[in-house]
């Protein structure tokens, strides 16, 4: 059971807009600490999508963003595209276990 | 470049200690402000946050495992260490380090070592 819930899987068709949701509580997102996003390709390390909730490391394309509100964060990809399908996962700081949280991942499609 | 590398036994044994190395390049593992995490993957399941450690050598721990597991660090090599006592099964996992700030992304990882805990 993770700290933080995200729908186990999400699909789209190519072009269309998916969000995925994460959603935690008031020792975690709720007390205002960041949300970040991961992209995990099969076989590979997770790598950065979204950091401090809304921002793109350089080299994320703009069909990625990210936004949060109360104890929740969403992740929305527009223009799906083949090379979208992979895992993601939204993380943060938890402050009654003092440490870091993931969420249980969640598993695109693109149909 | 700041890269991280694991390395360690892909086999351990039920009720054994799994041990594992990180070593850091391209940069300093005394850098301030860093952290140095483990996080561990099972086959098929998501992302667990096991520990981590601050340059200083100030640790954190997932509660969930803070029984079993030792994290240090030796800035003279440039590396830090996970210790995982009494394995199981369920302990078998894709093992990742990666660095982090206290409240940003863990932003560069390791390619991950994988672990198997079997006799």
């Known amino acids: 059971q993770s700290v933080l819930t995200q729908p186990p899987s999400v699909s789209g068709a190519p072009g269309q807009r998916v969000t995925i949701s994460c959603t935690g509580s008031s020792s975690n997102i709720g007390a205002r600490y960041d949300v970040h996003w991961y992209q995990q390709l099969p076989g590979t390390a997770p790598k950065v999508l979204i950091y401090g909730n809304n921002n793109r490391p350089s080299g994320v394309p703009d069909r990625f963003s990210g936004s949060k509100s109360a104890t929740s964060a969403s992740l929305a990809i527009t223009g799906l595209q083949a090379e979208d399908e992979a895992d993601y996962y939204c993380q943060s700081y938890d402050s009654s276990l003092s440490g870091w949280v993931f969420g249980g991942g969640t598993k695109l499609t693109v149909l | ?119």
């Open chain 2, 1 to 119: 470049q700041l890269q991280l590398q694991e390395s360690g036994p892909g086999l351990v044994k039920p009720s054994e200690t799994l041990s594992l190395t990180c070593t850091v390049s391209g940069g300093s593992i005394s850098t301030s402000s860093y952290f140095w995490g483990w996080i561990r993957q099972p086959p098929g399941k998501g992302l667990e946050w096991i520990g981590s450690i601050f340059y200083t050598g100030t640790t954190y721990y997932n509660m969930s495992l803070k029984s079993r597991v030792t994290i240090s660090i030796d800035t003279s090599k440039n590396q830090f260490s996970l210790r995982l006592r009494s394995v199981t099964a369920a302990d078998t996992a894709v093992y990742y380090c990666a660095r982090h700030a206290i409240f940003s992304p863990m932003d560069v990882w390791g390619q991950g070592t994988t672990v198997t805990v079997s006799s």
